[in-house]
């Protein structure tokens, strides 16, 4: 399944590592994926999409086979996959990004608008344009699923952390136990990333005012069953960005990129024909 080079770029002092095949002459399009992941979480979606896309994926900084230096958090991120779409010289490219790397995407749209051709997000989680009272309804979900991991993070047991992150994001007990072997070999792969999200400081002002100033092509969404936290902060995206177009996906969670790649790229591909 896998066949796209890795590939080697330095930015903001870091080496970082993405997924490309070729230089074509098609639209660049560029996938960031969440939380205990990395590049290689897109290869199905990458093959469905080629026919239609230049793809590519980029390893945040800390995940997979990028450098883990410097700090861990939404900014320094979003300063990354600025920089590395200007390093590449590729604009303006498609943005695809799910749960922590939306929140990403978002940013980076928000500081270099010029960069992006358009934004498809699937579940954001940083919830700082939430009104007052959905503000409420996040924090007592964020504290049912993020609690137990701060309480474990003083032990560092980190592969039962992996599983209570997974177990909390596929909205069920035992969620990360049901998946196939090589993606939760993939996850623990990346456990090391959860103690460093869990403390990571950076809190860009990412307001629901400055969402009004998007004027990019965008679409949001977020699964019928996912965890009220990624459907608040979704749904309030969504309802701020101007030009976006919402979706709720039925009978999905919050894993619905890992589980159905198919047809999650057939999303991706009827937005970007459109827009």
């Known amino acids: 399944m896998i066949r796209y080079q890795k590939k080697k770029i330095v930015v903001n002092g870091a080496q970082l590592e993405y997924l490309h095949n070729h230089e074509d002459h098609k639209t660049p399009l560029l996938f960031l994926h969440g939380a205990l992941a990395d590049s290689c979480m897109w290869n199905r979606h990458m093959i469905e999409l080629e026919d239609s896309v230049s793809p590519m994926a980029l390893s945040l900084r800390h995940f997979g086979g990028s450098a883990k230096i410097g700090a861990f958090g939404i900014e320094t991120h979003a300063n990354d996959v600025i920089e590395v779409v200007r390093k590449i010289g590729c604009s303006p490219v498609h943005l695809v990004a799910w749960s922590y790397g939306a929140d990403v995407a978002l940013l980076a749209v928000l500081k270099a608008p010029e960069l992006f051709r358009s934004l498809f997000l699937y579940e954001l989680g940083y919830p700082s344009y939430l009104t007052e009272e959905e503000l409420v309804l996040f924090m007592a979900d964020a504290q049912a699923m993020f609690g137990p991991l ?61 969402l009004t100033a998007i004027k990019l092509p965008a679409h949001v969404a977020y699964g019928e069953y996912s965890r009220p936290l990624f459907q608040l902060v979704s749904a309030s995206a969504a309802r701020n960005i101007p030009n976006c177009q919402s979706e709720i996906i039925t009978g999905v969670t919050h894993m619905f990129p890992i589980e159905q790649p198919v047809v999650f790229s057939a999303k991706i591909k009827h937005f970007i024909l459109s827009v």
């Open 150 to 210: 701060f309480e474990l993070a003083g032990k560092t047991k980190l592969p039962e952390m992996v599983e209570i992150l997974i177990d909390g994001s596929g909205n069920q007990k035992g969620y990360f136990a049901s998946q196939p072997e090589a993606v939760r070999m993939a996850q623990l792969a990346q456990a090391d990333t959860i103690i460093k999200q869990l403390n990571q400081n950076e809190k860009p002002d990412i307001n629901a005012n400055a």
